[in-house]
């Protein structure tokens, strides 16, 4: 049994939440290796013995980049085997294509699923070392390529989903956050900026136990810009974490093309979810004796119309839908936290964002809802432990997102729920590199 069972938070429906008592389970007895079953798998939602090592906030946790195992994960080659399988065993339902190339020339796929009118876009590994995601997103490509249940035929009908699992397989491979391109080679690629200054989120030198003075490169997530017309001018270098970027990695450009295209066919681009990692080491406000599962948030850039040079995007940019959408994965997780709790251990991410540089800040200006998960732990801190678990939570939340938005109750929800959600508490790490909030999304 798991013992010190807690009060589990209810799914907030409404301003506030409450709170549901949850009823003990049985841990699993059985020799089920949990690290082999899919993230779709009920068994994952069985509390584990493992469970309260997990939550337990260890003073002595440290965010310290270290070298851990990481051969669980899907890499590059897998990815392509696995879209290759899910495409041939869907019959159809599942069209797995190459949309780019990275800059060391690895393919970057997407697969689409669905029929519907509302588009959906997921993408996962823009940084190199936040790997939960790209496993979450095959195993729910998996279970729509085959499901026959109402519920897969709904998603099918009112959805189209399209999946990047790994947009940064350069950065995969090597398993850090960057990419693997040197300014040398932009200027090559625009000339334009050839005697500007760098880009600042060019990584030339050590960063979470990484050291980028061989292979430099840049942090992909802050090189989006709302206009997605945009070609980079030499006045707008080297920027920083307050601006827009400017589409000069393949990576960025290639996402962009694929949101750009969606817009063409479905006018807009319902929602766009990006799955990422933050700290392993963040604990809940009201219990700081246990550690946050993960964070979300829908809300990433300030309201353009208090914006100067943002009055553009005013007129599309639609909080309450993102906070919505935010609510329905909270909720999801919160029903499955009645049986295993630690999935109740889920926090806004800090709400004091504004970083139209990010593919959230520009996809939200450009009009789609938004939602960002932040799972605990990248691989420098937490390598593959927990990868069984953590996996299941973001297909939880991902499956009552989708959920919400085929079944159209997420217009239902009431984004003043979103800011019950409870917001993250502080780490507890130590780190000789201490991350700064913008370091983890």
């Avoid at 070392?129 to 009112?158: F, H, V």
């Avoid at 040197?182 to 200054?197: D, H, I, Y």
């Avoid at 217009?411 to 913008?438: F, H, K, M």
């Amino acid at each position: 049994m798991v013992a010190n069972r807690r009060p589990v938070r209810a799914a907030v429906v409404g301003v506030g939440a409450f709170a549901l008592i949850a009823t003990a389970s049985p841990a699993i007895a059985d020799s089920t290796d949990l690290s082999e079953l899919p993230a779709y798998s009920a068994q994952l939602d069985r509390p584990q013995p493992t469970d309260d090592a997990f939550v337990a906030a260890d003073r002595e946790c440290s965010d310290q980049p270290r070298d851990l195992p990481i051969n669980e994960f899907t890499d590059h080659r897998e990815l392509g085997i696995e879209l290759d399988r899910i495409e041939r065993i869907s019959e159809g339902r599942v069209d797995v294509q190459q949309v780019g190339m990275s800059n060391r020339g690895r393919e970057i796929w997407s697969a689409r699923v669905g029929t519907g009118p509302k588009a959906v876009l997921i993408t996962s590994e823009i940084h190199g070392n936040e790997k939960t995601g790209t496993d979450a997103i095959l195993d729910l490509l998996d279970w729509l390529a085959t499901s026959d249940s109402a519920k897969a035929q709904r998603w099918l009908d009112e959805l189209t989903i399209v999946a990047i699992p790994k947009m940064n397989p350069d950065g995969a491979e090597l398993d850090r956050r960057g990419n693997d391109m040197t300014w040398e080679e932009v200027t090559a690629r625009f000339p334009q900026l050839r005697g500007s200054e760098p880009a600042w989120n060019y990584y030339t030198g050590p960063r979470q136990g990484d050291d980028y003075s061989k292979r430099p490169g840049f942090d992909v997530n802050r090189d989006y810009h709302p206009d997605l017309n945009y070609v980079p001018r030499a006045e707008d270098f080297p920027g920083d974490s307050d601006s827009t970027g400017w589409y000069i990695t393949p990576e960025s450009r290639t996402v962009r093309d694929v949101y750009r295209g969606l817009q063409a066919e479905f006018g807009e681009v319902d929602t766009y979810v990006d799955l990422h990692h933050q700290g392993a080491c963040y604990v809940m406000p009201d219990d700081p004796d246990e550690f946050v599962t993960l964070s979300i948030s829908g809300k990433f850039v300030d309201d353009p119309a208090t914006m100067p040079g943002y009055e553009q995007y005013a007129a599309d940019y639609d909080l309450d839908y993102s906070k919505r959408l935010n609510v329905a994965v909270y909720n999801a997780l919160q029903g499955a936290a009645n049986n295993r709790p630690l999935f109740g251990n889920v926090t806004l991410y800090p709400q004091d964002t504004n970083l139209p540089g990010t593919g959230l800040g520009s996809f939200a200006l450009n009009g789609s809802g938004t939602v960002l998960f932040e799972v605990r732990g990248q691989t420098q801190t937490l390598g593959q432990q927990y990868r069984a678990v953590l996996t299941r939570a973001v297909y939880i939340g991902l499956d009552g997102m989708l959920s919400a938005v085929a079944s159209g109750r997420v217009n239902q929800l009431d984004p003043a729920a979103y800011d019950a959600i409870p917001p993250r508490g502080p780490s507890i790490g130590s780190d000789a590199e201490v991350p700064t909030v913008a370091s983890h999304d």
